[in-house]
């Protein structure tokens, strides 16, 4: 589970941005609203609203940014120059920014495991390489962490004590100042590397914002779709959930290409007072379906690995209600046994309006007038119990478009 995401000096966000998924336990709480770890519960969804080009979609980035650091940067090293490939974007509308660190930090747990040990990661870079890197660890009973490793400070300090003896001189001779310890160790098999880097490894990002990556989703097929007539059936399922008119597939093999087969994809519909069935072919299909067929994989891989989905603009083409229905499967602790989290970016109002949502888990951003994004969330404002769509549009939050009379010059 994702307890906490900090991040600074990331594209518009200059200063700490804080994202806290969890929450002190109340006695008036229902026990399902919310997961319970330790003394403290954590939200299963967690929503963020803000105007256009407020710094939503970088929160998203910033994340995938991290994550991608993670898992990739054993392979970045000094012997070639990959400074576009790994450097961050610093924010930009000053001139101190650019020379400084941008840095990224995780707490959380592995998915299923019972110990519920809270690991605290965490890595500040340049476009030079790695500063700092940092992994801690405590387990449920302790109050304070204990050290994994250690690197950077002021004088370039490498503490590897809290891994095996036998694999500390093949980091220390290993390592590069563009590679991550955790990135690096996961490669040599040592096993708290691994599971860090596993659990970057196992959360799915989907950027609906994106033309082109929604271009390539829609256009993506289920692992083993094609194969497997159980997948094919359970595909089947999860779209009748909003078009109960959905009766199967059918797949024909058309040609092959390049030597690979290709195929004709139709969905098959049920037809009014007839055994007869309607064949549309999957590119006849429209926006939405192909939407959710799209995320069909990446709900099911999350509900099933207990891991992190981010979708930036969940909205975008899908109805509200059909919203609403994904933000339940979450909630909903008969089906999501795994404690699966959803983090998604949107200007969908309503979800505010229909009481899935609760104040904990709705945040914003908003962009001051010096290009500074700002995250924050409703719970921070104390005197606020209930709340809906017209509390938020009127500007009580913030975090809204500030809008002027659009006028064009006459073309002469």
């Excluded at 939503?56 to 980035?61: A, D, I």
């Excluded at 930009?92 to 660190?101: Q, W, Y």
């Excluded at 603009?313 to 909903?332: K, S």
């Amino acid at each position: 589970m994702l307890l906490q995401f900090s991040f600074k000096n990331f594209r518009s966000f200059k200063d700490e941005a804080i994202l806290n998924l969890t929450v002190k336990k109340n006695k008036g709480d229902a026990a399902d609203d919310f997961f319970s770890f330790g003394d403290e519960s954590v939200l299963p969804v967690t929503a963020v609203y803000g105007a256009n080009a407020s710094g939503k979609s970088n929160l998203y980035q910033a994340f995938a940014y991290m994550s991608n650091y993670v898992i990739f940067s054993f392979s970045y090293g000094d012997e070639k120059d990959n400074s576009e490939t790994y450097a961050p974007t610093p924010f930009v509308f000053d001139s101190e920014s650019a020379k400084e660190d941008s840095s990224f930090e995780v707490i959380f747990s592995i998915p299923k495991d019972e110990t519920e040990i809270v690991y605290n990661y965490g890595f500040c870079l340049n476009k030079t390489g790695i500063t700092e890197e940092w992994l801690n660890k405590k387990d449920k009973e302790s109050e304070d962490y204990s050290l994994v490793f250690y690197r950077g400070g002021d004088q370039n300090e490498l503490d590897l004590s809290g891994i095996p003896e036998n694999s500390q001189q093949n980091i220390k001779v290993a390592l590069e100042e563009q590679v991550l310890i955790v990135s690096l160790g996961a490669k040599l098999k040592i096993n708290e590397c691994k599971e860090i880097r596993n659990w970057f490894l196992v959360n799915r990002f989907t950027d609906f914002s994106s033309p082109v990556t929604d271009m390539l989703l829609t256009r993506s097929l289920p692992d083993n779709f094609i194969e497997s007539r159980e997948e094919q059936k359970s595909v089947v399922n999860f779209l009748a959930s909003f078009d109960r008119h959905i009766e199967d597939f059918k797949i024909e093999e058309v040609a092959e290409y390049n030597g690979s087969k290709a195929y004709k994809i139709c969905i098959l519909y049920k037809i009014n007072n007839s055994n007869d069935m309607a064949e549309i072919p999957l590119s006849a299909e429209s926006a939405g379906t192909l939407k959710m067929l799209s995320l069909y994989h990446e709900l099911k891989d999350v509900l099933e690995k207990g891991s992190v989905l981010f979708i930036d603009e969940l909205n975008a083409r899908l109805h509200p209600l059909l919203v609403r229905n994904i933000l339940i499967t979450f909630i909903n602790p008969k089906t999501n046994i795994n404690h699966a989290q959803l983090v998604f970016t949107a200007h969908d109002t309503w979800q505010l309006d229909n009481h899935v949502l609760k104040k904990e888990e709705v945040w914003f951003v908003e962009k001051d007038k010096d290009g500074k994004s700002q995250l924050y969330s409703l719970f921070d404002f104390s005197d606020v119990d209930d709340f809906d769509q017209d509390d938020y549009l009127l500007g009580k939050f913030g975090a809204i478009p500030e809008l002027s009379r659009m006028e064009f010059n006459k073309c002469v």
